[in-house]
């Protein structure tokens, strides 16, 4: 995401407290409330080495104008918001750079969502589709690969070219007496990742992948419960092998909920994987393995803090495999810190299975109730399962900002961004400089 989107996201979530309010004291009264959010921004970036390439062909400069629309309607039994972000880039690139001529470019990433969820007397529904392209001519910031959407996490592989990506998430939920004794709920969640307008030698592989699960619960008491889950994982990926990977799982487990503010769950299961790829025109099974699961999770939520997280462990691959994720909040009274680690599994853009493992920190502290300054460090390493003796990635982001509200509605931010990226005997650095500005618009419906 670039930084004229990220200014103007963080004043329209800034705006949407004051809003929030009016629309919580609406829903508490079983009246609908809707807001109507519209955003603009304009941002001007200077980049020392755009592609982190070894050797910096110089200077980039772009400037982005984005524009950014949020519907979010409120009711006492269901919530529904829905938007998009997009814009246009003027792109001046390096003299040396290839091609090193001017053009305007469709703002990249651009973003469209839906999310609507509803709960009646005994049955709770919730879904959210999301939709994403970006041109792959650049290294995305670093916190573009940290992302909770879909069954398919970002990887770091290079990103270069004309090409466009077209990424598609969807997640859908129901659940059969939510509040009861004994509940029941199913879910389904699917990924779908394509290419526009590329070209062989760029090795870019469309892949999707489609996870259903269920699962049953029974309370025991008003502080513990006891449940069963079962899932299903199909991966497929559009390379030379056809790759196609599937994992089947069942777990049981206890669930202890002693208030509203404490979560925990864990279980113990079972799940059988297997690999499948097409050599000299036959598929065959070339991974087939199965074993013991142990996974689990918690969430601790107050005013101030909060902290939440997930582990899975597995014998069910070729090695031992756990996976994990952690995030963190502490809001003080004039700071926000923030962190996260994470460990995963994915496919990459070459089609091959990814490890990838990352750590972030952040903190903000405002310095009035007009101005504020934030330090972002993030650090996430990839290795290739499949082919081992591909080097490792590494990337290293560092941001420092200065944000300045000019009024209650206009914003605006300056900052440093230092990235690195290592592959190899590849080591290349990036200095980052950028100003935005963003001006919200919002109406009550």
Known sequence: MQRASLAALALAGGAAVHGTTVIAQSAEEGLSAST?????????????????????????????????????????????????DTGLRAFWPAKDAVPNDFEFQFASPSTAHLEYEQEGAHTAFDSSFRFRTRRVDFNNPLTDFITDEGTLPDDLEQLQGETSELRYDADIGFTLGPNAPSSYGVRLVATNIDYRNSTPDENLVPRYSVEGSGFWTLRLNPVLSTGLDGSYFYYRADDTEQTEVRIGEVDWGLIYHPSEALRVRGGLGYADRTREEVIDDVRETTQSNSGPVVRGD???????????????????????????????????????????????????????EQQVSGIGFGVQHDLNESSRVGLDLSYAYQQNLDEPQDPD??????????????????TSEIGYTFSNRTEGSSDADSHQFYFNIARIFQTNL
């Open 298 to 352: 918690f969430r601790y939520d107050l005013p101030t803090v909060t902290v939440l997280g997930d582990a899975r462990w597995t014998t069910a691959a070729p090695d031992p495999r756990l996976s994990f994720n952690l995030q963190a909040n502490y809001n003080m009274p004039r700071s926000r810190l923030t962190g996260r680690a994470f460990n995963r599994y994915t496919g990459g853009q070459s089609g091959n």
């Open 36 to 84: 109507l959010t519209a955003t603009i921004s304009q941002s001007v970036t200077t980049d020392s080495n755009y592609d982190l390439d070894d050797v910096s062909p110089g200077q980039t400069t772009y400037a982005d104008t984005r524009f950014g629309l949020q519907l979010d309607q409120i009711g006492s039994d269901r919530v529904l918001s829905l938007g998009f």
């Open 393 to 410: 990635i590494e990337r290293t982001n560092v941001t420092a900002s200065f944000g300045y509200d000019l009024t209650r509605v206009v």
